[in-house]
């Protein structure tokens, strides 16, 4: 298994790392893949350009044996979709069974990205739960993805509490 984890990375952070390794032992996967988006559809422009974002990325995951760096979304410029991206992730590993990483911010605007049907057919979900969300999550999943089935489908991930924002 492989573990997508997108994001801006607007910068990386000792959160983001931190989360990666911990997801990618819990669940016992291959790899993590991080994505670094070009321009997401549902934020704002970004600070960093998206090469200096991608060389951070570089530079900040160096000595991480288990994490690799896919920069086809910023090959691809544009807005990034992740629909297009796990496609082609799919395509390059072989259909290998793949992973999306999302915090449960994220996930409640799942609806609204381009595709969330044709997404969950590529990958499993695993949401990283955030203090005091997961009711709301179990709302929201009820109320648009009632077809999930946990443990199956999607996966709840509580990791230990790291108070870090790229955008605060």
């Known amino acids: 298994m492989r573990i997508v984890f997108g994001g801006s990375f607007d910068p990386v952070h000792v959160g983001h790392i931190i989360l990666a390794r911990d997801v990618c032992e819990h669940f016992n996967a291959k790899e993590v893949i991080f994505v670094p988006t070009y321009q997401a559809p549902l934020k704002e422009k970004h600070k960093a350009s998206a090469q200096d974002r991608l060389n951070m990325l570089k530079l900040a995951l160096e000595r991480e044996e288990k994490f690799t760096i896919e920069d086809y979304e910023i090959r691809r410029k544009g807005i990034s979709y992740t629909v297009y991206t796990l496609k082609y992730l799919k395509e390059k590993y072989g259909g290998e069974e793949l992973y999306l990483l999302l915090g449960s911010d994220s996930f409640l605007k799942f609806h609204k990205w381009k595709e969330p049907r044709e997404i969950l057919k590529l990958a499993k979900i695993i949401v990283v739960e955030r ?8 709302e929201y999943i009820k109320e648009y993805f009632p077809e999930l089935r946990k443990n199956e489908d999607i996966f709840f991930y509580k990791g230990r509490r790291i108070d870090i924002s790229s955008t605060e």
Not at 131 to 138: Q, S
């Open 131 to 138: 203090e005091g969300m997961l009711e709301k999550v179990k």
